[in-house]
């Protein structure tokens, strides 16, 4: 019944036209290879007395916090802040309980027994000062660059003031890179939302763990993507509920959050022909919960509301970031619908697969993810440049040993491939990571990712890996079973992923069975490659990290790029030339959230800135592999849990 509620669910929004292509922001906020220092705030109060399997709540607690420095790269700097457990939770122990907040190990090189023995020494007595413990490990850890707070709590605040959320909102406003991921253990409503409010304030995420035998998976992932640096990057905005009231985007960064049940709307102004690509990403949950798939759904409607049945519809689950994205050119010499072929204010909607509308707008009333959205405008071309290409470029293999590589958590933390090359690095079960090539008008990209060998104790996890182009657009894709044998992708016949030399005319091209999303690759940039090693099925036992090589081959000599009508701002798009100064921008609405024009001319054409298996898993899992093949129309090799 769960299997076939899911698919009727998310089958319902694959429906209709998948246009275009996506967008993205290159400029990584961590140097490569580095990962963000990451201070863990363990709950020791009270009510971590409670029973649980095989102990207490706290039990489970200090076997997660092992199970999280067993399995941390040894780069990692960590350290760990713990309340509640040197005062009773009587009321006359009140006011010293509710300044109870000790780093027990300060941010520093990755010390394994002494995070160890630091939290085996906690014992749970007392009150839950959640707001004080977030000032205190955020002033225990460096005060710039990327780092991150994850917090595990099985309540809610018991001392405030100092509200949390304020708190976290405080946090907030001195800088983007700090974030807090929580992390809710058997956690009540009123709880939950609390801590859903904290990772929101932030841009962090929120997981919710309903049992103990998740918690050290959930913490070991949360803390990993925190390592890695999800870190949506761009100008707040608060997306409408109603088309009306949508507020107007001009070609930047944005972050939102987004919740299940309600569709949120955001306008830009289009230009007689220009080409207007709005994209969103949200990352799924993290945690230790059962396998969840949704449906990430974007549609545009014309100047006067019409729908211009323009649609796209990602599938994604388990520990992934979903991406979808929707492209609309305004051609009045188009024989289409004047609504959506005159320049004017279009209106761009993002949703799940669900989501009716219904939902209550109270931001806080229901589970909601951070949401990253680009939207880049590109000029008409005077001339678009060489013929489109008929053939993907051939992969090499690689010379030279491999080099050390640490992926980014995000696409905007991508971490930057040089060019042809092997790459290695480590990855946790659950994680998936993000890498950047920049390629050029007239060449293509071709890789294969190896994983190497590890003990999965008869269990199965799916490996998949996703190119995108620079505008976010998929060009390549493939998932298959990893059972712990050495394994490489793309399965089936295939030796690589591979796109077209890389010309404007492409996106002009047929998709057909031998060029795969072709429109996709008509931009030149950063192209950028996503690996994921899955969640086991089974989600039993713990296991080490598992090597993975990414082989890459950057094939072709440059050419020249199209030559654009316009130009915005003195720069020409996509690299090229211009002849025409571009139409004047309509006016905006009041309320107008501008992003500034990055100032990295190695961004990329686009103006975007910176971002004993049992039978319910392998229902769920067989479901997820069979609705991703649908959505993506792909059926090379064998795809299986």
Known sequence: MFATAMVRRVVAGVTGLVAGVALLPPGAAQADGELAPIMVVLDASGSMKGAAPGGTKMTAARKAVRTLVAAMPAQAQVGLTVYGANTGSSAAEKPAGCKDVRVVHPVGPLDKAGITKAVDAARPRGYTPIGRALRTAADALPQEGPRAVVLVSDGEDTCAPPDPCDVARELAKQGVQLRVHTVGYQVDGKARRQLT??????????????DASGLGRALTRVTSSALRNYQPAGT???????????????????????????????????????????????????????????????????????DCAAF???LGGETEAVSTLVTWTVDRNNSGGQSCQQAGRYTFVVYFTGADGDGSPETGSEDRLPLEMQVGLEPPVADPGPAAASAPVEFSEPAGPEQPITGGGSFGTAATLPGSGQYA?????????????????????????????????????NIESTMYSPARGRVDWDTTAYTGRAKTLPSGTRDAFATLPIRYQNRNADNTSDVPHATAQGVAGWYYIAVKLGVPVNGSGEHAPVPVTLKVSLVGTPEPGPRYADVAAGKGAFGGTSDATPPAQPESSSGVLTAARSSDDDSGPLWWLVGGIGLGAVLAAAVVVWLRLASRRRGQGPVAG
């Open 236 to 306: 707040p905005v608060t997306g409408a509920f109603e088309m009306n009231d949508a507020p107007v985007l001009t070609p930047g960064a944005y972050v939102d959050t987004i919740g299940f049940t309600r569709r949120q709307y955001y306008s830009v102004e289009i230009p007689d022909g220009y080409t207007a690509y709005f994209a969103a990403t949200v990352p799924l949950g993290r945690g230790g919960g059962p396998t969840r798939v949704e449906g990430l759904n974007g549609a545009v409607y014309g100047v006067d509301g019409a």
């Open 197 to 210: 409010c904290i990772a929101q304030a932030t841009g962090g995420t929120y997981t919710d763990v309903p």
């Open 312 to 314: 796209n519809n990602e």
């Open 425 to 461: 690095e480590s990855l946790q079960f659950g994680e998936e990571v993000y890498y950047r090539v920049r390629v050029d008008w007239g060449q293509g990209l071709a890789y294969q990712v190896a994983y190497g060998e590890a003990d999965l104790y008869a269990d199965a996890a």
